[in-house]
């Protein structure tokens, strides 16, 4: 299997004198040790805990999605004192595993997926009496849209769509990126690196010189 190391430490101190990160790198090697894993790249995260924002998780993140490999941490703690950032993670479809509880991983996120569809459910049902109280007061609530809805929906759809398909091509990017400052100077050439790095396409399949130009094309539309 292939891995994706995320370490996280608490102060710009710690970072800079490595207490912490270091037994955590301890950590994550000794769990990985006599696996036969593979760790595709470490990422390190100055950040407090009480923060969601982490430009170094979004890179783990990504290259997780990019190599199909799963996010490894020392801690759970390292991640989140947040549940709904936990939940974000399982939404993003990106597999984890924490050294120091490897059986939980799944129940701890599953928990708290839980937890989050019943604070939706409360919101949703307050929300619906509150739009039951108005009406009851004479307040008119939204009016007939016809077939508008249907294509709203199919709007949607298509948004949706979209957006995976640019999430996937910013995942890939870097890869891409970095097979061009190698020396790929063709299509092919950058179609065959990511074969060689078992970087599949948004299917599942190899690379075709097609299949890059698409994602080149649709990062430039982008930017």
């Not at 009016?143 to 929906?153: E, Q, S």
């Not at 690196?193 to 599949?200: A, C, D, K, M, P």
Request: proline share 1%.
């Amino acid at each position: 299997m292939k891995y994706v190391s995320y370490l996280r430490v608490s102060t710009k101190k710690q970072g800079q004198s490595g207490l912490g990160e270091e037994a955590q790198r301890a950590a994550v090697e000794a769990f990985l040790n006599g696996n036969g894993a593979k760790v595709v790249e470490e990422f390190t995260e100055v950040e407090s805990g009480s923060n969601d924002q982490r430009p170094e998780l979004e890179k783990a993140l990504k290259t997780c999605r990019a190599h199909k490999a799963t996010l490894v941490i020392a801690k759970l703690d390292r991640l989140s004192r947040d549940a709904a950032f936990l939940l974000n993670l399982q939404k993003a479809g990106v597999r984890f595993v924490a050294a120091d509880m490897p059986e939980a991983n799944e129940m701890i996120v599953g928990i708290m997926a839980v937890v989050a569809q019943a604070e939706r459910k409360m919101i949703s049902d307050r929300t619906r009496a509150a739009l039951t109280a108005a009406k009851a007061r004479g307040v008119r609530l939204g009016g007939f849209r016809g077939h508008k809805a249907d294509d709203n929906a199919r709007r949607k759809a298509a948004d949706v769509k979209s957006q995976r398909a640019n999430g996937f091509a910013s995942d890939v990017f870097p890869a891409i990126a970095a097979a061009q400052k190698a020396g790929a100077t063709s299509l092919r050439q950058i179609a065959a690196e990511l074969n060689r790095q078992e970087i599949t396409t948004a299917r599942g399949g190899k690379w075709s010189a097609t299949q890059v130009q698409r994602v080149m094309d649709r990062l430039q539309h982008n930017t």
